[in-house]
């Protein structure tokens, strides 16, 4: 009974308590779509057939540039856990995401080397790429970067201990 009791004080048990629940409106859903299109729109117009290519590369080319330096960064983590993390379409939530719950420091670091380093990534190839292509690369990271950015802004006052759970239509803040 003893070493049973000494076994129950030493254990560990987390609760969290929601604090923060960040919705994710069908307005904001439909205007992010629109800024894609939008994009889509004007590097066909101006570029025609030249603009497709390049929007097809800016979605690939920066989908595989975050999926990189997302995966450098987590292995700066002591116990990087690769299991976390996994490639969704959820909503505005699009490309390599965190599956499961978070640390919200981890969270902004994270993306906070993504978007830093993948501008820096982007312009290390400008001497090779034209014009269209450019501006792709520049808009689609930004693009996809967006709504993680601004759930970053929400919560840049809170405690960097918590945890962020994402899912398609709201980002949930969990605080011990």
Known sequence: MR???????????????????????EELYRSYLCAILILAAFLILMYRLEGVKAFGIGILCSQFVHFFIIR?????VDEPDYRRWGWRVLGIWIGYIPVAYIELGLFRRVHRHLFWLGLCAISVIYPWANEATMISLVMCHIWFLAPRLVTIRWLRKSKRDGVLKITANEVSYYHR
């Open 3 to 25: 070493g049973t009791l000494a076994e129950q004080e030493q254990a560990t048990i987390y609760q969290y308590q929601l604090k923060k629940k960040i919705f994710v409106r």
């Open 72 to 76: 450098l960064t987590l292995i700066r």
